[in-house]
């Protein structure tokens, strides 16, 4: 059994889809300043991508 802290409170869907909505957000911002229209975008731009978005929230967001 995982060790939680005895105040842990396990988020709901709903909060889990608002972070991810957030997060996706910010990744768009940041993508838009990191990569020009003209990019080329190669497998390490998307992991990157997908851990911009996701890494906050989940500790295998942009790995494969």
């Known amino acids: 059994r995982e060790h939680r802290p005895a105040d842990f409170v396990p988020l709901t869907e709903a909060d889990m889809k608002e972070a991810e909505s957030e997060w ?3 990744a ?9 229209p003209m990019h080329r975008f190669r497998t390490r731009d998307i992991r990157e991508l997908h ?4 890494g906050p929230i989940y500790s295998w967001a942009g790995e494969y």
Do not use: T
């Not at 768009?28 to 020009?36: D, I, L, S, T």
């Open 51 to 54: 851990g911009l978005w996701l």
């Open 28 to 36: 768009y911002e940041e993508a838009a300043v990191r990569y020009g």
């Open 24 to 26: 996706l957000d910010r």
